[in-house]
């Protein structure tokens, strides 16, 4: 009798549930789920042992190599963003599939990653790497003004922002850098999208490679932004039209060809300008909330194609084509740091049309902290016949919420659901 294949997952803060990983990973074989430091995993450390093995990072990766060496798996896997280079190097020790060091340290890298786009002739977005103050000036006469500023390694738009005078960005740099709160920075050139008012003007691109074959499973369309780059939602299938999305697939398909990613689970956002599309950044993990769209619209748990391929199995699954238009839409917290006091109206939600669920991510006496990084509120998700009849429902819910926060002054203010949104009414 063969034994079941034993596949280690390395666990952190994660762009999969662990439903989501338990729900897709399980059926695969016995699991081994190797835990990082982070707070994250405390309160699933009892939950994960119930399902698998449970083993925690060694002080090295050679340490953590030789401590997963005896169990003998058959595969890897990662769905968090800050463990690839772990994972990388864990699956190149092991001689196992997955993203090769040098690919992740491309795929992690902002600034590396630009460079490698601009030599094979991908894209040609100016940037500049940034390790002191003292080279802002020089960063400024290449790139230009206005501009993205951003950490070379980072992720949820920490430390983002958008720069349009030189006074600004040499105190953003200053107090980033010399601070110690950044090692390096990043400063793009700053491109305009084309989106309207329903959506935004870029989408991503979900990829799998396998054995060297890339599927792009589907091209993801967005909602506006809330400034200065916090994400509200998204949906499938986007809003393009075909030879829109003919350009942009083609641009995806060139940025990981040119990054030599053969192996897992990619993320692409890409703007949409005036000119064509560009890459706003290439991620070799799965998208934030992408499973739970493609679960719902396709019946396809990328997180389980994932496994199939840390294992060694050659995957090359259909696009997805989805009949319905299945969104996914969070209101989202100020940007200063609140006391969340209480929500109203999430009964009255729950019972639209074309609502499959509504759920609060926040609870009373929570203290949000703000920033650049966003907070998400809630997290509606449904399906609608059209995306004109997705917009309108969103449009129903944005009056039909409430949201109280606490200051740190001691003030209480309530805000509609369309204040925490990117359609604020105007004051």
């Not at 196992?96 to 340290?105: E, G, N, R």
Request: glycine share 10%; net charge negative; with cysteine.
């Amino acid at each position: 009798m063969t034994s079941p294949a034993r596949l280690v997952v390395v666990c952190g803060r994660s762009a999969a549930s662990v439903g989501e990983l338990v729900g897709g990973l399980k059926p695969l074989g016995d699991l081994v789920f190797l835990l990082d430091t982070s707070p994250y995993n405390d309160p699933l450390r009892a939950l994960l042992a119930k399902v698998g093995t449970v083993l925690d990072v060694a002080p090295t990766a050679a340490a953590t190599a030789e401590l997963l060496r005896p169990l003998r798996p058959d595969g890897i896997v990662t769905f968090s963003e800050s463990l690839l280079p772990l994972t990388a190097s864990l699956a190149a020790a092991l001689e196992l599939p997955f993203h090769s060091p040098d690919s992740v340290a491309l795929l992690t890298d902002k600034h590396e990653q630009r460079r490698r786009l601009r030599e094979r002739g991908a894209d040609t977005v100016r940037t500049h790497l940034l390790t002191s103050s003292s080279e802002w000036p020089a960063a400024v006469r290449e790139v230009g003004l206005p501009a993205v500023l951003k950490p070379v390694r980072s992720e949820g738009s920490r430390n983002t922002h958008a720069v349009s005078e030189d006074a600004e960005g040499k105190a953003l740099v200053h107090d980033l850098l010399d601070s110690g709160r950044e090692r390096a920075l990043v400063l793009e050139e700053f491109l305009i999208g084309r989106g309207s008012g329903a959506y935004a003007g870029y989408v991503s691109v979900e990829s799998l490679a396998s054995r060297g074959v890339v599927t792009h499973l589907a091209v993801t369309g967005k909602y506006p932004m809330m400034a200065p780059f916090r994400e509200t939602g998204q949906f499938w299938p986007s809003a393009l039209n075909p030879a829109e999305e003919r350009e942009v697939l083609d641009l995806a398909s060139r940025a990981v060809d040119a990054l030599g990613v053969r192996t897992g689970l990619l993320h692409t956002e890409i703007i949409l300008t005036a000119d064509g599309p560009h890459i706003i950044e290439v991620n070799g993990r799965l998208g934030g909330l992408v499973n739970d769209l493609a679960v719902r619209a396709a019946g396809v748990s990328l997180v389980r194609l994932a496994g199939r391929v840390a294992l060694g199995e050659h995957v090359v699954p259909e696009p997805v084509k989805p009949r319905e238009v299945f969104y996914q839409f969070t209101h989202l917290a100020p940007l200063e740091r609140v006391r969340f006091v209480k929500a109203d109206g999430h009964g009255v939600i729950r019972r639209l049309p074309g609502v499959d669920t509504h759920r609060p991510l926040v609870q009373a006496g929570d203290w949000l902290d703000g920033g650049t990084a966003w907070t998400m509120l809630d997290l509606l998700t449904g399906r609608a016949a059209s995306h004109g009849e997705m917009s309108a429902l969103i449009d129903r819910a944005l009056d039909t919420v409430e949201f109280t926060f606490g200051t740190q002054g001691g003030d209480i203010e309530t805000l509609s659901g369309r204040a925490c949104s990117p359609w604020a009414a105007p004051s």
